[in-house]
Nanobody
Framework: AQLVESGGGLVQSGGSLRLSCAASGFTLSNYAMNWFHQGPGKERELVAGITSDGRSTNYADSVKGRFTISRDNAKNMVYLQMNSLEPEDTAVYYC???????????WGQGTQVSVSS
């Protein structure tokens, strides 16, 4: 089982990026999904989360109104649309899978997002 993030890169302040997280080896619909980020010298922080059925989402205050998390269980994909990016959003972004029925979490290897001012 694994998660693979993609879509990171370098963007100017005010720009947009769409991160993708591809899941394999497990049934995505049995997992809530989260995006975390970890900036230079900082702790890893929760950015956004979505329930297993996609009906409910939650966001860190710092990204509300700018980021949108979504998922397509049929395609085993989770997304993070990031708009109005700010230099403070610069971080490595990780997706994680949290099981509904117990068991281990899964984490991806991360994708770097860099926002220039």
């Amino acid at each position: 089982a694994q998660l693979v993030e993609s879509g990171g890169g370098l963007v100017q302040s005010g720009g947009s990026l769409r991160l993708s997280c591809a899941a394999s080896g497990f049934t995505l619909s049995n997992y809530a999904m989260n995006w975390f980020h970890q900036g230079p010298g900082k702790e890893r922080e929760l950015v956004a989360g979505i329930t297993s059925d996609g009906r409910s989402t939650n966001y860190a205050d710092s990204v509300k109104g700018r980021f949108t998390i979504s998922r397509d269980n049929a395609k085993n994909m989770v997304y993070l649309q990031m708009n109005s990016l700010e230099p403070e959003d610069t971080a490595v972004y990780y997706c994680s899978a949290v099981p509904k029925f117990g068991g281990r979490d899964y984490w991806g290897q991360g994708t770097q997002v860099s926002v220039s001012s």
